[in-house]
């Protein structure tokens, strides 16, 4: 499916949709996935939403410290981590972290992550929900808003310097398209045809600064035609829909089309983050509204559709998966600190001497005291 044909319906870029109210599919747009595929879709993001409303539970116990749910916004990172090849590179923002669990990231690992424990391959050095992992090709974004989105298209042009046949995916949110970073990205993306896929979800709210104060233009997707890139809206709470558009763009890029820019309009319905309290700038009906649009409640309804679900295999699919996360949590929590002398690794390729004499000094002090 060609770039140009996913926004064929509006001059100023049509919003494309697969899934109906009824729960079918318009057979004019969709892509036809397998039920294999469409079945692991739901599955995946049904844990990521039980995943979530667990760390959310354990950051308001006073057990993690921070948590960034991504309760509405699910389809578009996992029609994505389901879309990836495996030589891609992510370039996530704060909602995308469940990407790494769909391309076998291990959740036992992800867990330790947001513990910051000895059980973290990061050891410890970032705070919670901002993973990254080597192993699945995906950065840790630094909080600051938009400097993922230069890196991502950066890494495409090394990429097809080395002439890789991989891509890049970089992330933001709708307040990031104020950034000049964005600016730098889509004009250098735009010039030198980088292998990436630029993906603004756009969630309504930067925080508390609603779309419509964000952006004069009628749509973020429309922004693209300026720096001379194809401009994509897609519905980002029908998973189909963002599959069909995700995969058509790394196609693209993939084949030396260069990028594409994918707004895809979905919803926060949960805080920001355990650190924000929405019902300070938004009203409760705004979210009831969107919550009858929720990602996956309409691909639950869509599976219902095709006769592969029932409220059977749905509660026995919620048990298994919550005894996962129980597991993983309980598992985690009984690891210690990352050690101390973990502290100087990673940080040069031979350690001068006087950080060697502090970590000498360091072991001889002993454990760190342990608080009951």
């Not at 929900?129 to 080597?134: A, I, L, Q, T």
């Not at 895809?264 to 650190?275: D, E, F, K, L």
């Not at 599976?303 to 985690?332: F, M, N, P, Q």
């Amino acid at each position: 499916m060609a770039i140009d044909e996913l926004r064929a319906d509006d001059p100023d870029i049509g919003l494309l949709r697969v899934l109906r109210d009824d729960g079918s599919a318009d057979p004019a747009t969709d892509p036809r996935l397998s039920q294999a595929t469409v079945r692991q879709a739901y599955r995946e993001m049904k844990r990521v939403r039980l995943l979530d409303a667990r760390m959310t539970t354990l950051q308001r116990q006073g057990r993690v410290g921070f948590y960034g749910a991504a309760q509405g916004q699910e389809a578009v990172p996992i029609a994505t981590g389901l879309a990836c090849g495996p030589d891609d590179w992510v370039f996530p923002a704060l909602r995308e972290q469940s990407i790494m669990l769909v391309r076998g990231f291990p959740l036992r690992a992800f867990v330790a992550q947001v513990f910051g424990n000895a059980g973290d391959v990061l050891k410890g050095r970032q705070m919670p929900s901002h993973p990254s992992g080597r192993a699945v090709h995906q950065v840790s974004w630094s909080s600051c808003i938009g400097p993922q989105i230069p890196q991502a298209v950066g890494a495409a042009w090394a990429m097809r310097a080395r002439k890789s046949t991989a891509a890049t995916i970089g992330f933001m949110g709708d307040g990031a398209t104020s950034q000049a970073d964005f600016h730098a990205a889509m004009n250098f993306a735009g010039v030198w045809k980088v292998p990436c896929v630029l993906v603004c979800q756009n969630n309504h709210w930067s925080i508390s600064v609603p779309a419509e104060r964000q952006t004069a233009s009628r749509t973020f997707a429309v922004k693209a035609r300026a720096y001379g890139i194809p401009g994509v809206r897609v519905d980002g709470n029908d998973v189909l829909a963002v599959s069909k558009a995700m995969r058509a763009a790394l196609d693209r890029a993939r084949t030396g089309g260069g990028p594409t820019f994918v707004e895809a309009v979905t919803y926060r319905m949960g805080p920001h983050s355990t650190s924000d309290d929405p019902s300070r700038y938004r009203s409760q009906a705004e979210v009831e509204e969107w919550a009858a649009k929720d990602p996956l409640r309409r691909l639950r309804q869509h599976l219902v559709h095709l006769g592969v679900v029932t409220d059977a295999s749905d509660a026995a699919l919620e048990a298994e998966l919550t005894a996962e996360i129980a597991a993983a949590v309980d598992e985690v929590e009984r690891l210690p600190p990352p050690a101390r002398e973990s502290l100087l690794e990673d940080v040069y390729a031979e350690m001068p001497w006087h950080l060697r004499e502090e970590l000498e000094s360091l072991k001889k002090i002993g454990p760190p005291p342990t608080h009951v």
